[in-house]
């Protein structure tokens, strides 16, 4: 069965597959703004976030998000500085830097067995499992 949802950004009705909640028309906007500064972020490596915003008249934020989401990457002879989300150390693409991502992802991991592990005591403890004739194996 579809899914019918309006465009965040137009109104506009669409089937939602999955993603973002914006239409495909919204979608290829966004794609045509990517392409506009990625080419002007290669013929000027030197510019600034604003002076970017300013000549291609897009918004800082949107520049941010291509960043954020790992599609642009700041070259070492950038102006653009882009902060890790958790401590504040310069990064050059997505929200944190090589050991924020690696302290995440390593407590996510812990977490995760933590959680597998209570799941398994409790199902233990309720007497839950394989049975044979009212006799647990």
């Known amino acids: 069965m579809p899914d019918l949802r309006n465009c965040r950004r137009c109104g506009r009705m669409y089937n939602f597959i999955g993603g973002a909640p914006i239409c495909q028309d919204c979608k290829n906007a966004d794609e045509e703004v990517f392409k506009k500064v990625k080419d002007y972020l290669y013929d000027n490596p030197g510019a600034t976030l604003s002076q970017v915003a300013m000549e291609l008249d897009v918004s800082v934020e949107k520049i941010k998000m291509f960043l954020k989401e790992g599609r642009l990457e700041i ?25 924020c991502q690696n302290e995440v992802s390593v407590d996510l991991e812990k977490t995760t067995k933590t959680i597998h592990l209570d799941n398994s005591d409790q199902n233990r403890s309720n007497g839950i499992g394989m049975r044979y004739l009212n006799k647990k194996l």
């Open 75 to 99: 070259t070492d002879e950038s102006n653009i500085i882009l902060e890790c989300e958790r401590c504040g150390k310069s990064i050059k693409t997505g929200r944190f830097c090589r050991e």
